[in-house]
């Protein structure tokens, strides 16, 4: 996950309507960013969806290549671990979705779900490749917590990432 086309394919893939609906009975916003689909900045926001071959492609153009149980990884990792909180039901639901997901592009995930104590222990370690989380952002539309080393939800960020230098000098 340390490469952005591998994150761009994934985060493609995943149906978030589909996750909504059957998770959450269509009770909740399908979004691919922190802010609300009817914020006025995202009205020309595009959804990007990809179908299986291209994901698959773009897995591949990224370098990662199929194990003898025909999953894609590298040498280093062949199996994504998704925490999520395991005290939340929803949680549950949503991480196997994802699981789904992904292996219909071979991407083979380990579900790792935690009390919620433990959970946060995980992420503040970083014992994660990707987790479930919930973020509500307050009127000022800051998202500094969610691209900060350290700092609310940053979880796996790195000091002085790309995307908080460019929000910061936004």
């Known amino acids: 996950m340390a490469d952005a086309a ?29 802010f609300h689909p009817k914020y006025y900045r995202l009205e020309q926001e595009k959804k990007v969806a990809l179908n299986t071959e291209t994901a698959v492609k773009q897995l591949e ?4 290549i199929k194990d003898a149980e025909g999953y894609f990884g590298s040498e280093e990792q062949s199996v994504l671990r998704l925490l999520y909180n395991s005290e939340n039901v929803y949680r549950l639901q949503t991480a196997e979705m994802i699981a789904q997901q992904l292996e219909s592009i071979s991407l083979k995930l380990e579900l790792v779900g935690l009390p919620y104590a433990d959970y946060m222990a995980a992420l503040q370690e970083g014992e994660f490749d990707l987790y479930l989380g919930e973020l509500a952002i307050d009127e000022s539309m800051d998202i500094s917590r969610l691209i900060e080393a350290g700092a609310g939800y940053g979880y796996g960020c790195l000091p002085e990432n790309a995307v908080q230098q460019v929000y910061t000098s936004y």
């Open 61 to 64: 153009d990224a370098g990662l």
């Open 6 to 34: 591998v994150r761009r394919t994934v985060s493609g893939v995943i149906d978030r309507q589909l996750l909504t609906d059957r998770v959450y009975a269509s009770r909740a916003t399908a979004v691919s960013t922190p």
